[in-house]
C-alpha cells in the first residue's frame, strides 16, 4: 500500500511562485509519479509526471515551461515548482502514483493511489 500525503497548498499572486511536496511511503519502486488538478464541476487535469526509473517527463501543454516536476533519488518526496503563476492555475492539486505498468503519463486513470489533495489559488 502506498501513502501520499500533499503539503500545503498556498495562495499567491499572478507572477508568483510555489513549490508543492508530496511525501510517499510504501514501496514504490519503478512507480510512475504524477501532479493532477482539479476546478469544481471539471475532470481531473494531468499537469506533469515523471517516471524516474525511465527518465521520462511529461508536461501538459498548459504548463510547459512554467512549472517543473521532480523527486529526491530516495523516491519518497515529489516536488512540483510552480513559477509564472496565473489565476487560471488556481485549483486543487492533487499528488499520483501508480506502477509504470499502467501506463504512467497524464490520464488520470493511469494512477490508482492518490493524495487528498492541497488548495492553490492564483490572484490577479
Known amino acids: 500500500q502506498v501513502r501520499l500525503v500533499e503539503s500545503e497548498g498556498g495562495s499567491v499572486q499572478a507572477g508568483g511562485s510555489l513549490r508543492l511536496t508530496c511525501a510517499a511511503s510504501?514501496?514504490?519502486?519503478?512507480?510512475?509519479w504524477a501532479w493532477f488538478r482539479q476546478v469544481s464541476g471539471n475532470e481531473r487535469e494531468g499537469v506533469a509526471a515523471?517516471?524516474?526509473?525511465?527518465?521520462?517527463?511529461y508536461y501538459a501543454d498548459s504548463v510547459k515551461g512554467r512549472f517543473t516536476i521532480s523527486q529526491d533519488d530516495a523516491e519518497t518526496t515529489l516536488y512540483l515548482q510552480m513559477n509564472s503563476l496565473k489565476p487560471e492555475d488556481t485549483a486543487i492539486y492533487y499528488c499520483?502514483?501508480?506502477?509504470?505498468?499502467?501506463?504512467?503519463?497524464?490520464?488520470?486513470?493511469?494512477?490508482?493511489?492518490w493524495g487528498r489533495g492541497t488548495q492553490v489559488t492564483v490572484s490577479s
Open positions: 515523471i517516471y524516474p526509473f525511465g527518465g521520462s517527463l
Open positions: 510504501g514501496s514504490t519502486h519503478k512507480y510512475c
Open positions: 499520483a502514483a501508480a506502477p509504470s505498468w499502467m501506463g504512467c503519463g497524464l490520464p488520470a486513470d493511469n494512477y490508482n493511489y
